[in-house]
């Protein structure tokens, strides 16, 4: 089944810094890559997501990138401001008609912003 | 739209009880929701998907006698616990696509359930 990793596994940056996360997944046929951010005790929010068919992204200061051949895809916020601080998820869609739209998370990336 | 509710917001049993968690979708229909287990600073592991008539489709590992699903609307899924343990103490959180919804990919996510079991 499909699999995702991600990377660091915490990570602290100056305010005002760019903070980049990175995720491989092992399904080729995986069609879609959401990333949650999920506050202490809360549900996670989709903050932005990118298809297969589509190699960048960007809202504000949030973008991904996708790299199919390699099987990596990375999510990249600058300007970051203390709100930034919680877990980030990486997750994918694996492909084929059983996986049911189901989605599968990576480990998490807690991030911290230093005032 | 597409908001996605669950009940309770937390429970504590005994150990050898059954707990019942409910996923309501409350402003569309959702014929698969899925149900996730979050230990504390771990990740969501995807337990099972649940679809609307019909068994429910669990992730290898996943003890289908131990977590009960049953899907018997488009608006509400349910996951029974059954014979809790402490182990089995974590945060069980369900989300739903929402056909029609403009960003179609997305799952939406409940509030999640804390479980504790003593």
């Known amino acids: 089944g499909e699999n995702v990793e991600q990377h660091p596994s915490t990570l602290s940056v100056q305010e005002g810094d760019s903070a980049v996360i990175k995720c491989t997944y092992s399904?080729?046929?995986?069609?879609?890559f959401p990333w949650y951010k999920q506050e202490l005790g809360k549900r996670p929010q989709l903050i932005i997501d990118?298809?297969?068919?589509?190699g960048e992204k960007k809202d504000q200061r949030i973008a991904v990138t996708l790299n199919k051949t390699a099987k990596h895809f990375s999510l990249h916020i600058t300007e970051t401001q203390p709100e930034d601080s919680a877990v980030y998820f990486c997750?994918?869609?694996?492909?084929?008609?059983?996986?049911?739209?189901?989605?599968?998370f990576g480990s998490g990336t807690r991030l911290s912003i230093r005032p | 739209g597409a908001v996605v509710s669950q009940h309770p917001s937390w429970v504590i049993c005994k150990s050898g009880t059954s707990v019942k968690i409910e996923c309501r979708s409350l402003?569309?229909?959702?014929?698969?929701m899925f149900w996730y287990r979050q230990f504390p600073k771990q990740s969501l592991m995807l337990m099972a998907t649940?679809?609307?008539?019909?068994?429910?489709?669990?992730e290898q590992g996943v003890e289908k006698d131990k977590f009960l699903i049953n899907h018997a609307s488009l608006t509400l899924s349910t996951l029974t616990v059954t014979s809790a343990h402490p182990e089995d103490s974590s945060f069980y959180i369900c989300?739903?696509?929402?056909?029609?919804?403009?960003?179609?990919?997305?799952?939406?996510f409940g509030p999640g359930t804390r479980l504790t079991v003593l």
């Open positions: 989300s739903a696509r929402a056909p029609g919804h403009s960003s179609y990919n997305e799952q939406f």
């Open positions: 399904d080729s046929a995986s069609n879609y």
């Open positions: 990118i298809r297969s068919n589509v």
């Open positions: 997750a994918a869609r694996p492909g084929g008609y059983s996986s049911a739209s189901k989605i599968i």
């Open positions: 402003d569309f229909q959702a014929t698969t």
């Open positions: 649940s679809n609307e008539g019909s068994k429910a489709t669990y």
